[in-house]
């Protein structure tokens, strides 16, 4: 009896600690999720500027910093290393559901057709687009749809489902990846928004496991204006 | 307590019991070998991984699909040569550093690609020269198989060795089981044609010592970067060039057939190549966990030695006994004499 009641306190202090010591558990607890459409706006390049959504492709061993970046000649911009995204049907990404590949997911030359979220971009001559699907089909995993939660106008979150398509192949570009995992350059989706005008900044990097691009790593970059589902506010 | 139904009394000599133990200790740690081998080794796990190598090349270990690869680097190297050639004699006369300068992409390109094909080209002719020896090691039994061969004559043979250490009586018995155990391990290697199939697999392990590292991976990854820049900037820069200097496509597929016949197939040759990067990359791992084994032409040699031993024990252990029974037989003809099992 003396060791429980020792413990019981011990229990309340070392609890009290720990929400001390994790402020971030802490915010996202109290963060609010934003459920609904993460409306994109189209990349796009004036000069050496970049706006807008837009993907970038680390080579391995290289950083977020200074590279090297893969260049795409199919890029509209001068910097080659940017490939500008447009919106797709629904006009980008929708958290609290799944926006799966088409049926096929490919056409004959192996371009993506998914085109929900963006619209499918060349890439080295053949289309690569995203998706986010219950099951990742690179790896087979089961993975939770998006979720993105604000606090205080700091984005975090989870984007585990999301996949490029590309040369009928598939590659996982989440943070974390599909088991929560977060190998090599991948780090956390992390962003900002303002609740008055909803508009939004999301940004994450993925490190390729596996295929041909084993060890490359996607930086993406989102911007736009949020859009919450029906019945939310 | 008789040896079992249908046996017949055996007349042995004192010392022969004790002979037979040891005999059948020795087979006991012949078995334990066998057992031991797969685990020491790391077989259990190393040998899943070469059949799923052996699985993720074998759509690209065909005739028709390394020698796609190869025509994919020839059409790519003409294209790049007469585009550096021809198509720059077009567009610039005989000024090739004006035509570097206005296409600056390609020209990076043409610097680096000689040695990219020379590279890729080598590589390929190694792969393709290992075909024959994939396909040999393919018509082995799967890896995934390979521990339990080991394992499974290593257990029953440890089990038929405790017996007898217990029941050395019982020899006569499973002498024959012993000799088909033992023949069995040196028929099987023979059977599988591993004599000649180990060593091509071995061969095979060798080449691709230097084809199967991060680092020669990471190499053609960055080849695929730059030969999809080299080729982007013939597609949206150069041809494009040749159109606003007033040719139509069909002049341009007659007078820059290989240029063309890059352009028209590069889609073709992404479809052809990057499966084969990706399953190159993806079997890093798999390779080295395979190299880590013992090397593939012994491996016959695994089951035919023990084979051997187990065979020669049991035959040496039914002889000596015979013959001591024969010696024991002369010499106490007229004693009472000992009945196998009788406990």
Redesign the interface.
């Known amino acids: 009896m003396k060791f429980r009641s020792v413990l019981v306190p011990l229990g309340v202090v070392v609890a009290a600690a720990a929400s001390i010591l994790s402020p971030q558990v802490a915010s996202a607890a109290s963060g609010q999720a934003l459920v609904g459409t993460f409306k994109l706006n189209a990349g796009s390049c004036a000069g050496y500027s970049v706006g807008g959504t837009y993907f970038r492709m680390i080579?391995?061993?290289g950083n977020v910093k200074t590279g090297k970046f893969?260049?795409?000649?199919?890029s509209l911009c001068s910097n080659?290393s940017y490939t500008l995204a447009e919106p797709g049907a629904d006009g980008g990404l929708v958290t609290g559901k799944y926006q799966p590949n088409p049926r096929p997911a490919f056409n004959a030359?192996?371009g993506s057709l998914a085109n929900l979220i963006v619209q499918p971009q060349g890439f080295?001559?053949?289309n690569f687009s995203i998706a986010t699907n219950r099951i990742d089909p690179q790896t087979g995993k089961s993975v939770p749809a998006p979720q993105i939660i604000n606090t205080k106008g700091k984005l975090s979150g989870q984007v585990e489902a999301w996949s490029a398509a590309w040369?009928?192949?598939y590659f996982n570009q989440g943070s974390p990846k599909p088991g929560g995992a977060h190998p090599g350059l991948t780090l956390p989706l992390s962003g900002t928004y303002n609740a008055r005008t909803h508009a939004f900044v999301l940004t994450w990097t993925s490190q390729v496991v596996?295929?041909?691009?084993?060890?490359?790593t996607g930086y993406w970059h989102l911007t736009g204006t949020f859009v919450p589902s029906k019945g939310r506010g | 307590m008789h040896g079992g139904p249908g046996s017949s009394p055996e007349v042995v000599a004192p010392q022969v019991p004790q002979l037979r133990r040891r005999w059948a200790v020795a087979l006991g740690v012949v078995g334990l070998a066998l057992v031991v081998m797969p685990l020491a080794f790391n077989m259990f796990s190393a040998a899943p991984k070469g059949a799923v190598m052996m699985a993720q090349f074998k759509p690209f270990m065909t005739t028709t699909r390394l020698d796609g690869f190869q025509q994919d680097l020839r059409v790519i190297n003409a294209g790049v040569r007469q585009a550096d050639s021809g198509v720059a004699a077009a567009l610039h006369g005989e000024s090739q550093q004006s035509f570097d300068a206005s296409f600056p992409t390609f020209a990076v390109f043409d610097q680096q690609w000689p040695a990219i094909d020379n590279t890729m080209t080598t590589l390929m002719d190694e792969v393709q020269g290992n075909q024959g020896n994939y396909e040999a090691i393919s018509a082995l039994p799967s890896f995934r198989l390979f521990p339990w061969f080991f394992v499974i004559p290593g257990a029953l043979l440890l089990a038929i060795a405790v017996l007898l250490v217990r029941r050395p009586t019982w020899w006569r018995r499973w002498r024959a089981v012993l000799i088909v155990l033992g023949v069995a391990l040196i028929v099987a290697p023979a059977a599988f044609q591993m004599f000649a199939r180990a060593p091509k697999g071995g061969q095979m392990m060798s080449a691709f010592k230097h084809i199967e590292t991060t680092q020669n991976v990471e190499r053609i990854q960055g080849y695929f970067g730059t030969m999809a820049e080299g080729q982007g900037a013939i597609r949206l820069e150069i041809v494009p060039a040749l159109e606003q200097a007033g040719l139509a496509p069909a002049q341009i597929h007659s007078e820059f057939p290989a240029v063309a016949s890059l352009d028209a197939q590069w889609v073709h040759i992404l479809n052809d190549m990057t499966p084969m990067i990706g399953a190159m990359s993806d079997n890093v791992a798999n390779y080295q966990a395979i190299s880590s084994l013992p090397p593939f032409p012994l491996f016959p040699w695994f089951f035919v030695l023990p084979g051997v031993i187990v065979a020669g024990v049991a035959l040496a252990g039914g002889t000596s006994s015979s013959a001591r029974q024969r010696v024991t037989a002369t010499s106490t003809a007229r004693s009472v004499p000992t009945y196998q099992g009788v406990s």
């Open positions: 080579f391995p061993n893969f260049d795409n000649p199919d080659k030359q192996g080295t001559a053949i040369n009928k192949l596996g295929g041909p691009f084993n060890g490359f």
